[in-house]
């Protein structure tokens, strides 16, 4: 049975500092992050793997790349995070603040082509990551690590968990959360953890 267990990056300094990251920013995880890393690791390094994957960005691969001692990792831009164009780098405040939160507003709202000027659409990224998801299960047939990102995620829960892509910003979760989905057949699963952070437990 095909079973996904699907985490989010560390956290990076752009994370902490508020500062709008994207798919056009390729930063490195902070040292908090890499610690989140590790105990991930040490959490799930004797759980078999049938694959490894993650984001073509940077801070997906060092979330993982404890595990390369065990697995090839391979490195996917369809689960790349989604782009928020003309506000990426800049900080979550003032006009930054406001084009984000206008756009969410049209997703909500059911507008799932819109996007910010030079950023991805809801649509888009659904369109890469269910590719993604097909692969998985022509390829697969038992547990894969999945590395990517938070928007990405939202889309993605929202998605399979049947809500549709207007409700995403319902599904929250934090810098290296864990959720793990069971399928049941091609197109059925039922959900074994959902944002859970025990690794992070001392």
Known sequence: MLRLFILRHGETDFNKQKIVQGSGVDSSLNEYGNLQ???????YKNTPFEAVYCSNLIRTYQTIKNFEILYP?????????LSWGIIEGKNFEGDVAQIYWEVNKKWSEGYLDEKIPQGDSPNEIWDRVSAFLVNLKKNHNSNVLICTHGRTMKILFSQ???????????FNHQNTSLTVLNYIDNEHFYIEKFNDLSHLDD
């Open 37 to 43: 890393a590790r105990k991930f690791f040490e959490k």
């Open 160 to 170: 399979l968990l049947g809500y549709g892509m207007k409700y995403q910003d319902i």
């Open 73 to 81: 990792i391979q490195r996917d831009p369809l689960i790349n995070e």
